[in-house]
């Protein structure tokens, strides 16, 4: 039997939100995760390929009690590999933002079990450079905002430590705060198809007065997130441990043998992959949260239901006249 469509617009309670939002999940995985790792796939695996690399060689550099740089060589290798793993999975990061909001795009106009990736892929086509210009423009004014706000901790810092310290843990707290009151520009952006500064201004006025619960449902679906994602990490540091078991028992530092490296990279790559891959759920969650409070403040579900239901009268009575 085939499950009713999930309504998107429509008011929800905390515990409502969270519900659907995994609902969403369970009854679209096959579909949603289908078109984020064809699209986002690509970028994602060459990324966790390049971070592997450099984090595989870290790990081993703290174990290594002799403390020996690298040389220049490996050195410069190490930063292409670690600058290339951040444009690549930062292009993962905006395909990944764009596929879920245009699934759910698709899944109101068509619903579940009729969405195909070459779909979702046109929608993409288009948003995606939309939603690297937000990323970009977004972190601009994260990092204009943390300097401002840092500023008055180089002013105080003659004053003692203690002033400078509690003027730190209000920057802290300031960026939390605007990064929570700023949560729903990419959901704005893609479903109202508006400006920057626009969404901006809409996220800021549609979350006033709901903070708390907008915190709080990231929070609980970041913890969520972590833990699942923290579950794939076991198997790596379970075979770390048992290569470094004979180390410990002779007392002196021998370098991990070849198949254990190879097998730390691809349990750090999965980790990589899969974690990566869990950051969905964050995405949806605020997509929910963006539709309670359109709902709760705006009444838009019901006004687009009105304006159906008018338009079909019309259509009723345009056919009773001829």
Do not use: C
């Amino acid at each position: 039997m085939q499950l009713k469509q999930i309504e998107l617009h429509k008011q929800r309670d905390f515990g409502s939100k969270l519900n659907v939002t995994i609902e969403f999940v369970k009854r679209n995985f096959k579909p949603l995760y289908k078109s984020i790792i064809y699209i986002a796939g690509p970028f994602l695996l060459l990324g966790s390929l390049l971070m592997t690399s450099v984090f595989n060689y870290s790990f081993q550099s703290m174990g290594n009690p002799t403390g020996k740089p690298p040389d220049a060589d490996l050195f410069l290798s190490l930063g292409i590999k670690g600058i290339g793993s951040f444009v690549f999975l930062l292009l993962a990061s905006v395909a990944l933002i764009s596929v879920v909001y245009e699934f759910l795009k698709l899944y109101e106009k068509k619903g579940s079990g009729a969405i195909e990736v070459e779909e979702v892929y046109a929608k993409v086509k288009s948003s995606f450079w939309n939603v690297l210009g937000t990323v970009f423009l977004y972190a601009l004014l994260i990092i204009a905002i943390y300097i401002a706000l840092l500023i008055p901790a180089f002013a105080f810092g003659a004053l003692g430590g203690a002033f400078a310290f509690m003027i730190v843990i209000v920057v802290m707290v300031g960026l939390v705060y605007f990064f929570i009151a700023s949560s729903l520009i990419f959901i704005i952006r893609a479903y109202e198809n508006v400006g920057f500064i626009t969404a901006l201004t809409r996220s800021l006025k549609l979350i006033k007065g709901k903070w708390w619960s907008t915190f709080g449902l990231l929070f609980v679906i970041g913890l969520i997130q972590g833990v699942v994602s923290s579950i794939f990490m076991i198997p790596y540091y379970v075979n770390t441990i048992i290569s470094t078991m004979h180390t410990v028992e002779t007392g002196v530092f021998q370098e991990p043998s070849q198949t254990s490296i190879v097998i730390n990279q691809v349990l750090l790559l999965l980790y990589f992959l899969l974690s990566y891959l869990m950051y969905a759920l964050p995405l949806l969650g605020i997509a929910f949260q963006y539709f309670n409070l359109r709902e709760m403040k705006e009444a838009a579900g019901l006004i687009d239901k009105i304006d159906a239901f008018e338009d079909l009268s019309n259509d009723s009575k345009d056919e009773d006249h001829y």
